[in-house]
């Protein structure tokens, strides 16, 4: 039993009037089961008194021994108490916790949803904002790519207010420095124009001179002279020949292509000399070419007659030196640097015959056109007969025949230009194998200038005769047929015509035969190659390889032309 039970039991039997026997507190202290109620009451009431006394000791025993465990249970007590009165308030405490925790957890979890609550609204809002914001983002990128670009064009127009504001600066530099240069390029041009006047007063006193410097050199050269002239590749022209000019301006090297032997083992190559009064290379200007004979134009007004002829094969540029470049409706129209030695010719006639007239002197000018085709001769300034023949001179004697060809008075030479525009439009022309535009006739131009002074000077009657001859060429060649391959032949055959007259004048035989009425070229050309005439004959030729024939025979045909020795000039 333990303490406890006993304890109960001793306290239950005390409030049971303290009448336990005491076996039963005998029975209580010893082991075994305790006796209870009714048996306990019965057991004590046969308890004698010195059980009873017995029993009161050990009641008292008892009591005593509950005291002292009483007293040792106490602080137990009160510690079980305060524990228990501390667990109490700690689980209140922990009551309270919880419920304010779970307050709290439910204030907070409230708030968690409404903040859930006002989240999702925020966030359908933002979406809202966003969809309703979509357009004005839209736009403001729109806008923003605009600006870019406007920043980028404002960029540039910036850069170009800067170029502008430098190329100004730049400007503004230049025009000062044009202001200077400009000022310089006064005193020049005032330095030229006295240099000018100087020249100008040095070429009046010296004109005279040269021009009778230029007539004792004829006269000791002879009447003929020679001018030889390369014109430069055509586009359509590959190769050049091989030439040497040389520097003395009147001697060339001609070179032909590598030939074999008629063994086949070695190669050679021909050279070939040649010399002129003058060579022109393919570089020479028109302008080059006019002054060489300007004075010899010059001297048609001191009463010479003056012949100009231009020789050469087909497509050699004959045509170009005397008239320029071919213009098919009007010779004026030609660029004043490309003009040719007719144009030029004319322009310088009528200006000496201007400074003439200052000097006391009155010409009358007279402008002559023939064309001579398959041996006949057209009068280009004659009335019509006919659509092909204007009066004609077929048969006729030279002098006849340029007795009655129209003789057209000029005043001034755009009067002159006109007529030959119009005789430029006329001319027979046929495309050959070898150029475009080829003159199928000889073209005659002939200023007549009778001179008389009204300071009772002799007067001058001096002729002008400037020719362009149709081209010579090798039949094969040209690959013409039908009416041009008779147009070439007459060519041929009025060119080896003038050949013979000069042979014939170069033999200079007194009184023998020059044979001038082999061809109607050389019964007009009669007076302007023999006697006293002073003739200049152009031999023009190509610069293309291909050519290198027709050139070799042209240039032969005047190197002839170049011994002749054929009398002397003389005033008329
Ligand atoms: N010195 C030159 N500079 C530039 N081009 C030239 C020169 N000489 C001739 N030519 C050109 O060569 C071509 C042939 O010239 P042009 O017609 O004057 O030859 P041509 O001797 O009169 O021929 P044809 O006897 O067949 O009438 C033309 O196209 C002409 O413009």
Redesign the pocket.
């Known amino acids: 039993m333990v303490l406890g039970d006993v304890t109960n039991t001793l306290q239950s039997g005390e409030r049971t009037q303290n009448k336990l026997p005491v076996r039963v507190a005998r029975a209580a202290l010893k082991p075994g089961p305790m006796p209870k109620g009714a048996e306990a009451r019965r057991l004590f009431a046969r308890l004698s008194e010195g059980e009873k006394a017995e029993w009161a000791e050990a009641r008292a025993e008892v009591e005593r021994r509950t005291e002292a465990l009483l007293e040792e249970l106490r602080p137990w007590r009160a510690q079980v108490k305060e524990l228990r009165q501390r667990q109490r308030l700690t689980q209140q405490r922990m009551e309270e916790k919880c419920k304010e925790q779970k307050a709290k957890t439910q204030e907070a979890e409230l708030r968690i949803f409404e903040l859930r609550e006002g989240e999702a609204s925020l966030t359908a809002q933002l979406q809202q904002l966003h969809t309703a914001a979509q357009p004005e983002q839209d736009l403001a990128a729109s806008l923003a790519a605009g600006l870019a670009a406007k920043a980028s064009a404002l960029e540039e127009d910036r850069q170009i207010v800067e170029d502008l504001r430098r190329a100004k600066e730049d400007t503004e530099r230049q025009s000062s420095s044009k202001r200077h240069v400009l000022q310089l390029l006064e005193l020049a041009r005032a330095e030229e124009r006295h240099q000018q006047q100087a020249r100008q007063q040095v070429l009046e006193e010296n004109v005279p001179r040269a021009r009778q410097l230029h007539n004792s050199y004829l006269n000791l050269k002879g009447n003929i002279r020679v001018f030889c002239?390369f014109?430069?590749l055509?586009p359509r022209e590959s190769e050049e020949a091989k030439v040497v000019f040389h520097e003395d301006e009147q001697s060339i090297t001609l070179q032909s292509e590598m030939l074999r032997s008629v063994t086949g083992l070695s190669e050679h190559c021909n050279s070939y000399e040649f010399q002129f009064d003058q060579i022109f290379g393919?570089q020479?200007t028109q302008l080059d070419v006019f002054e060489e004979l300007s004075l010899l134009v010059q001297s048609a007004l001191d009463g010479y007659k003056v012949a100009i002829f231009a020789y050469?094969?087909?497509?050699?540029?004959?045509?170009?030196?005397m008239d320029g470049?071919?213009d098919t409706t009007t010779v004026a129209a030609v660029p004043d640097t490309d003009a040719g030695v007719i144009p030029r010719a004319v322009d310088l006639v009528f200006r000496e015959v201007e400074e003439l007239r200052s000097k006391g002197w009155d010409f009358e000018v007279k402008c002559t056109l023939l064309e001579v085709y398959n041996e006949s001769v057209f009068d280009i300034l004659g009335p019509r007969n006919s659509e092909k023949e204007r009066s004609g001179a077929h048969g006729t004697d030279s002098r006849q025949a340029i007795d009655h060809f129209t003789e057209r008075p000029v005043r001034d030479a755009a009067a002159v230009h006109k007529l030959l525009a119009k005789a430029a439009r006329e001319r027979h022309?046929a495309a050959?194998a070898?150029?475009d535009?080829?003159?199928r006739s000889h073209a005659v131009f002939q200023l007549s200038l009778e001179g008389h002074s009204q300071a009772s000077l002799p007067s001058r009657s001096g002729l002008l005769s400037l020719v362009?001859l149709?081209?010579s060429e090798r039949v094969m060649q040209s690959q013409v047929t039908g009416e041009h391959l008779k147009e070439a032949q007459y060519i041929n055959r009025s060119l080896s015509a003038l050949g013979d007259v000069i042979e014939a004048l170069k033999r200079k035989k007194p009184g023998g035969h020059i044979p001038y009425r082999n061809s109607r070229l050389t019964m007009l050309l009669k007076d302007s190659l023999g006697g006293d005439s002073k003739a200049l004959m152009f031999v023009?030729v190509s610069m293309c390889c291909q050519h290198l024939p027709e050139t070799l025979s042209s240039l032969r045909f005047a190197a002839k032309v170049h011994a002749c020795e054929v009398g002397l000039p003389r005033r008329q």
């Open positions: 002239r014109r430069p055509l393919p020479a050469g094969q087909t497509g050699g540029g004959k045509t170009y030196t470049p071919r022309t050959t070898l150029n535009r080829s003159s362009d149709a081209g023009n």
